[in-house]
């Protein structure tokens, strides 16, 4: 008795979907940002929804591939919207880090509300392609042209489904209050749920194109931002220690290094032979090496200091000369 009523107390399905709805209009049309705790607490709360109607859906067969558009009650109509609501609403999560998850989920469940309306004849479209089929078009656009009239028919089709949605605007306005009161026949109730779903339909096929770019977007910037990790790992690695070919040292061995004043010795070593020389009363003694040097070197500035005084005084003896002898003296020898 009292599981039946629980099961009286749920929430119908036509009140499940009806709420989740009423939820996606109020995400749709409000002004706060879609991060804002507000905005992020309906979607969640209508995509736990509209993940309940599914699975009553699925369990009631309530849409089968084995009957038409036609057969399909007018109240029913409006079930088919589920995975098109689905998709909305995960493009309003806000969570950035799972950006690109959230797109290929509702790029999901888009195409599967357009597959279902293709299968049942609601409009005339045509599917968009899988992501497998997507990514290969993306790998060979970076080297083929573009095609100018695929893009000129891209062009009309949006133009077309412009025109489609005000005229459906429109008249969904005026169905609206006669459908939601209670007061249409059915066949109203028809035109106005079918009206719904070809409206969805150029919403999905808008929001499938952008998220196409968007996911084509994030999948670049993931892929420089490995190639700037990567190269700032390589550039943080020690650098390598140089090393010589053998070549290079069998050459060395007999041409030589191939710049002059090669070192002989450390400077630990010159030390040590230095010390050899100090006395036993702590004066040191010049080696004979040295004092031949130095000895060498006061005999150059010697000589260096006498040739500049012959010159000094050979200059001062010139300049004498020229003081008591004019310019000309003793070249008068052919002079009449």
Known sequence: MAAADDEFLLPSLAELFETSKQLLDEVEV???????????????KALGLLEQVAERLSQLDLFSRNEDLEEIASTDLKYLLVPAFQGALAMKQGNTSKRLDHLQWAREHFLNYLTQCHYYHVAEFELPQTNNSTENNTASSSVTYPNLVALASQRQAKIERYKQKKEMESRLSALKSAVESGQADDEHVREYSLI????????SLEEIESIDQEIKILRVRESSKEASSSHSSHRDKPPMKPFILTRDVAQAKVFGAGYPSLATMTVNDWYDQHQKYVTAHGRTRTPPAELTKAAQQKDQEEKEAADDDKTVHRAREWDDWKDTHPRGYGNRHNMG
């Not at 409000?30 to 969640?44: F, H, W």
């Not at 719904?196 to 919403?203: F, V």
């Open 30 to 44: 409000a002004t706060e940002p879609t991060g804002a705790r507000i905005i992020q607490d309906k979607v969640v």
């Open 196 to 203: 719904h779903l070809r409206r969805w339909i150029g919403i």
